[in-house]
C-alpha cells in the first residue's frame, strides 16, 4: 500500500475522532504485515485522564486480532502534528524500527521511523 492510501484511512479514522474536550481529533492507520489495516481514533473521557490515543487504538486493535507485525503508521492530526511519548514507547515494545507518516488535515505528510522519534528507547530485550 503506497503512503498516501494509508494516510488517507488515517484521515478516515480521524473523522471519527471522539474529541469533545480538546477538539484534537486524531487518526491513525497501522500496516499489517498482511497488507491490512487496523484503525484508531483519539477517544477522550469526562474523566480527562482516562482518554486514549488514537495511535495506541490501533495497536491494540491490530494486538487484539492476532496480529504483532507491522509496516507502516499513519497518524493524522490538524496541524501534522506528532506523536506523543506515551504512544512511541507502546509501539515500539512491537515495532521499534517502525516506518510512521505524519500527515496533516490536508493529507500533506512527512515520513520518519519509530526509532527517530524514540532514540536510545527502553524495551523488552532490557527485562531478558
Ligand atoms: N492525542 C492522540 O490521539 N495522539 C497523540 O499522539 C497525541 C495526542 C490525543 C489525546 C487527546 O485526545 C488529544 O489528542 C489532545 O491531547
Do not use: I, W
Request: glycine share 8%.
Amino acid at each position: 500500500m503506497k503512503p498516501e492510501e494509508l494516510v488517507a484511512l488515517a484521515l478516515a479514522a480521524r473523522a471519527r475522532a471522539y474529541a469533545p474536550y480538546s477538539k484534537f481529533a486524531v487518526g491513525a492507520a497501522l500496516l499489517l504485515e498482511d497488507g491490512s489495516v487496523a484503525s484508531g481514533c483519539n477517544v477522550e473521557n469526562a474523566s480527562y485522564g482516562l482518554t486514549v490515543c488514537a495511535e495506541r487504538v490501533a495497536l491494540f486493535t491490530a494486538v487484539a486480532q492476532g496480529k504483532r507485525s507491522f509496516q507502516a503508521l499513519a497518524v493524522a492530526t490538524g496541524p501534522g502534528a506528532s506523536m506523543c511519548g506515551a504512544c512511541r514507547q507502546v509501539l515500539c515494545e512491537f515495532a521499534p524500527g517502525l516506518t510512521v507518516h505524519l500527515a496533516d488535515k490536508n493529507g500533506r505528510f512527512r515520513t520518519t521511523t519509530l526509532a527517530e522519534l524514540l532514540p536510545d528507547s527502553f524495551g523488552p530485550e532490557a527485562l531478558r
